[in-house]
């Protein structure tokens, strides 16, 4: 059983930066896995904002965040960062991570996720 555990959400103002970081346990295989970083706002949908391919040779990003956001993982800690520079006013949103053993195509794709963590608020004022 796989168990994601978000951490690094807080409020900061605009222009800042958090990190954010997601702890995976369960696994053995870490490197198999698509590791994604989703948002939900209230009233909206919840979309993809970065992704990271099995094995961490890919890095995927909504056009919204590009530029400003950095997905990574650490090799040894089982632990996926979310690294949010500039942060705007419209990044407000619980942050969510999600994982799944092999890619999932599109990377954006919320189906394509088995696993999910219980989010951590970001709020930017």
């Known amino acids: 059983h796989v168990q994601l555990v978000e951490s690094g959400g807080g409020s900061v103002q605009a222009g800042g930066s958090l990190r954010l970081s997601c702890a995976a346990s369960g696994y053995m295989y870490r490197r198999y896995y698509c590791m994604g970083w989703f948002r939900q706002a209230p009233g909206k949908e919840r979309e993809g904002v970065a992704a990271i391919s099995p094995g961490g040779g890919d890095t995927y990003y909504a056009d919204s965040v590009k530029g400003r956001f950095t997905i990574s993982q650490a090799n040894t800690k089982n632990t996926v960062y979310l690294d949010m520079n500039r942060l705007k006013v419209e990044d407000t949103a619980m942050y969510y991570c999600?994982?799944?053993?092999?890619?999932?195509?599109?990377?954006?794709?919320?189906?394509?996720?088995?696993?999910w963590g219980q989010g951590t608020q970001v709020t930017v004022s």
């Open positions: 999600a994982a799944n053993p092999g890619a999932v195509i599109p990377w954006h794709a919320r189906i394509g996720y088995t696993y």
